[in-house]
């Protein structure tokens, strides 16, 4: 039984296109989390909403935009991929907001943008 | 705010040998200290933290050691093993408010057999 679940695994497109990923975790968390992770591995935050409110935004292009239907998901719409939006893009969640307690993430989606 | 640096990036050790990561951070108001492991094409996974009210927790081989003076905190590997071979990130958060958490840039650890 998957906590935190995400699709697609993987994406490949071509550069000016615009695609979706999805998230769910069904642990009952408050907060969810986007992150990017590049060919570096680098672990970056871009957006957290807790309780679906939009609560960290950190600097990302306004061609991304996550939303939240509900606590339980979490997607991320991204607009004219460009070569540089290719990385693995993991959705994670805690049961706060205070960045104390642990982060269960997903499986990771891989956007290929050529 | 915080910044997380992370050394070495890479590091390699015999089957059984132990292998230590260091991390520093730049913000003294930061109480809680996780390290993720992340094996390759997998999702990173909590493997231990520290809260700054502590200053060393150990879960058999892994083991955490904090100096909130030098706002520095290491992870401990004893006896490895091949499995041990993953990216692993520190991590530092203030624990208040909307705080994420902050990773170090990862350190590639491979135990060669």
């Not at chain 1, 591995?41 to 939240?68: D, G, W």
């Amino acid at each position: 039984d998957t906590a935190v679940s995400q699709t697609p695994k993987y994406l490949v497109t071509q550069m000016g296109n615009d695609k979706s990923i999805k998230c769910e975790q069904n642990l009952g968390h408050d907060t969810m989390y986007w992150y990017k992770q590049d060919s570096k591995k680098f672990l970056k935050i871009m957006f957290s909403y807790n309780n679906k409110e939009l609560i960290i935004n950190e600097t990302v292009p306004n061609r991304f935009s996550p939303k939240s239907p509900d606590k339980a998901h979490l997607n991320l719409h991204i607009n004219s991929l460009e070569l540089g939006d290719s990385a693995v893009y993991f959705c994670a969640s805690s049961q706060t907001n205070r960045g104390t307690g642990e982060l269960f993430f997903g499986e990771g989606s891989r956007l290929t943008v050529l | 705010g915080e910044n997380v640096e992370q050394h070495p990036s890479t590091l390699s050790v015999q089957e059984g040998d132990s292998a230590v990561i260091k991390c520093t951070y730049s913000d003294s108001a930061s109480n809680y200290f996780p390290w993720y492991k992340q094996e390759l094409g997998k999702r990173p996974q909590l493997i231990i933290d520290i809260r700054s009210n502590v200053g060393e927790k150990k879960d058999q081989r892994i083991a955490v050691t904090l100096n909130k003076t030098a706002k520095h905190f290491s992870l401990h590997i004893t006896e490895t093993q091949p499995e041990d071979s993953a990216v692993y990130f520190c991590a530092a958060s203030k624990g208040s408010g909307n705080t994420p958490l902050v990773f170090g840039k990862g350190t590639r650890l491979s135990v060669i057999a």
